[in-house]
């Protein structure tokens, strides 16, 4: 059985991947950062803020999203015990891995920053995203291969149905605002190691399933209304800014996270459903990337903030150096080494994925 490609799809990956880089950088300068676990600046650019918090209502919901996404078209061509081993490869693998080998890294790296004891800890820290998708895999495989099984039944046409009403995509928020009245979660944007973000990531995970179970209306939908669902969420972003003084009660979070999601998704299928080498390059890339790049980051700033540098300039510098250190070690050791290249979520053989134009790797 096959699946159009959707290049679209991995590109909004990639967009995501890279936000979430930048987003984690501009923690640096703020008073918060060592609440998190981030080397701190002594200057502050508190203006990132308010962008920042633009973006941070719907970028984990929105990888959820991407990645209930991929197993639809992962289970299209694999049974059960295919997929879980599959998953277990490339997620779960690399999830142990990062935990006991990576976060310790970065955690050594702020130990040394601020002259605390050295100690060697064992953490998902940022790679929570990671295990939380394993467990949903474990979890909703069931189901997923339930749909599977009955692609032609009338759920599927009734949800087809739906999703070709503008306000079907919309609907899902409603899944998210009850998650936010039974969980009471004290920080909506608080998703790592958190039940709310448990819940919302799984939540997140199996609509996207569904949105591409759905089939083609889905897309239509979002294509033809991707101006309306913009205009919802600046809408609800600016009230939030303006009402609310960026704290705005869950339930209108929830609302506007699916808002820009939906939007998101309809100018990605306008604009970036397209192949490109770079995408090629970039798909492989977005992985051990997101798995490195806090041991980049800190490094950078141990580094960069020391210097009597602007503090704009240390900003672009962090940004600067994170990106070439996660691409050096990308590049020549993640690709080229064989043993490493399944410790970070790609296949073991460096010669049959090398980047060819017009080919990209597989979304699942």
């Known amino acids: 059985m096959t699946t159009q490609r959707r290049y679209d799809i991995d590109w909004l990956r990639v967009i995501a991947i890279a936000l979430l880089l930048i987003y ?4 640096v300068f703020q008073p918060w950062a060592m609440f998190l676990g981030f080397i701190k600046s002594e200057e502050l650019m508190t203006g990132l803020w308010k962008p920042m918090t633009l973006l941070n209502v719907w970028r984990i919901p929105f990888l959820f999203f991407v990645s209930g996404m991929g197993v639809y078209f992962a289970i299209r061509k694999r049974n059960w015990k295919e997929l879980l081993m599959e998953r277990s490869r490339r997620i779960l693998l690399p999830f142990l891995f990062g935990v006991v080998a990576i976060v310790p890294i970065h955690f050594l790296i702020f130990q040394a920053y601020y002259n605390l004891p050295l100690g060697y800890s064992a953490h998902p820290a940022h790679l929570w995203f990671l295990g939380n998708i394993f467990a949903y895999v474990l979890l909703l495989a069931p189901i997923f291969f339930y ?14 149905v739906w999703m070709s009403n503008p306000l079907g995509p919309l609907s899902l928020s409603l899944l998210f605002v009850l998650e936010v009245i039974l969980v009471k979660p004290q920080v909506f944007e608080m998703y790592a190691l958190t039940w709310h973000g448990f819940f919302i990531g799984i939540l997140a995970f199996f609509c996207g399933f569904l949105l591409v179970y759905s089939g083609e209306a889905f897309w239509k939908t979002v294509l033809n209304w991707r101006w309306a669902y913009l205009g919802l969420a600046l809408g609800m972003y600016l009230t939030r800014w303006m009402v609310y003084d960026l704290v705005a009660p869950g339930y209108l979070l929830a609302i506007e996270s699916i808002s820009w999601i939906m939007a998101i998704f309809g100018f990605g299928y306008r604009y970036l459903n397209k192949p490109s080498a770079i995408l090629s390059y970039l798909s492989q890339a977005a992985y051990p990337v997101y798995i490195l790049h806090m041991v980049a980051l800190h490094t950078a700033a141990s580094v960069i903030l020391p210097l009597n540098w602007p503090i704009f300039f240390k900003f672009l510098a962090i940004i600067g150096f ?10 020549f050791l993640i690709r080229r080494i064989p043993f490493l290249r399944p410790l970070f979520g790609l296949s073991w053989d460096f010669k049959t994925s090398k980047i060819k134009p017009l080919s990209v790797p597989s979304l699942d």
Do not use: D, M, P
């Not at 749909?147 to 599927?156: D, M, P, R």
């Open 24 to 27: 984690h950088i501009a923690i």
């Open 147 to 160: 749909l599977k099984k009955s692609e032609n039944g009338a759920f599927k046409k009734k949800l087809a």
């Open 322 to 331: 994170t990106g070439i250190f996660c691409f050096v070690i990308f590049e």
